[in-house]
């Protein structure tokens, strides 16, 4: 996301500032993200012991999740989050959002767009806990030549 769709979106966030402020700066961050700058990124953003959660792994630890993120980022040319709409209730924030990308390894490099929602809570500015939410289905699982049929195919009988 640009900072124009942070700044217009943050327009419609009813949050103290402080909370505003740490958002538009985890999604600034997350959308810089690239296989060149994942420790710096992630060292801007994450505590030393976040939680991080996603349908694929469950990581405890910086080190651990650059690790993940190194090898995630490996094969993508372009990752980008916009965000569509966020909640925020005492210290959990709930951030729903349509991923752009273009993955080496998946459906030819052509772009992909998948909803998700992430729920992340901070501690001294920076994300303790962070887990996603989004159909792996969809992500992975339909791209595959033959897996994929029987998974679109399960999914459109229903």
Known sequence: MN?????????N???PSKEQAMINNFVDNINSLSKENVDEVLNNIYTQEVEFID?????KGIEELKNYFSDLYES?????FDITNYLYQEDMHAIEWVMSLK?????????IKLNGCSFVRFENNKVCYHRD???LGALIYERLPLIGFAVKSVRNAF
């Open 55 to 59: 349908p694929v792994k469950g990581i």
């Open 133 to 135: 939410y989004y159909d």
């Open 3 to 11: 900072e124009s769709n942070v700044n217009n979106f943050a327009d």
């Open 103 to 111: 993955h080496k390894k998946l459906s030819k490099n052509d772009l």
């Open 76 to 80: 993508v040319d372009h990752c980008n």
């Open 13 to 15: 966030i009813h949050t």
